[in-house]
């Protein structure tokens, strides 16, 4: 048995972060919950919260005076 075919898109760009053990425990069991594994959790939540950010924001609307 192999590993999960990777679809479409080939992934070959490694990001490392550096996390305490306590923090790598807390997003493995994250991850677990979700059933999926670390990278694909972790991928995913980066992903949206990038998107998230690169919508511009809209300007307050400025009233000219008179």
Do not use: C, F, N
Not at 26 to 39: N, R
Request: charged share 30%.
């Amino acid at each position: 048995m192999g590993r999960k075919p990777l679809g479409d898109v080939s992934k070959s760009h490694m990001m490392r972060i550096r996390m305490s053990e306590s923090e790598r425990l807390e997003i493995d069991t994250a991850a677990e919950s979700a059933g999926v594994t670390t990278s694909a959790w972790a991928r995913d939540l980066l992903l949206s919260a990038a998107r998230a950010s690169a919508v511009p924001k809209k300007k307050a609307a400025v009233k000219k005076m008179p």
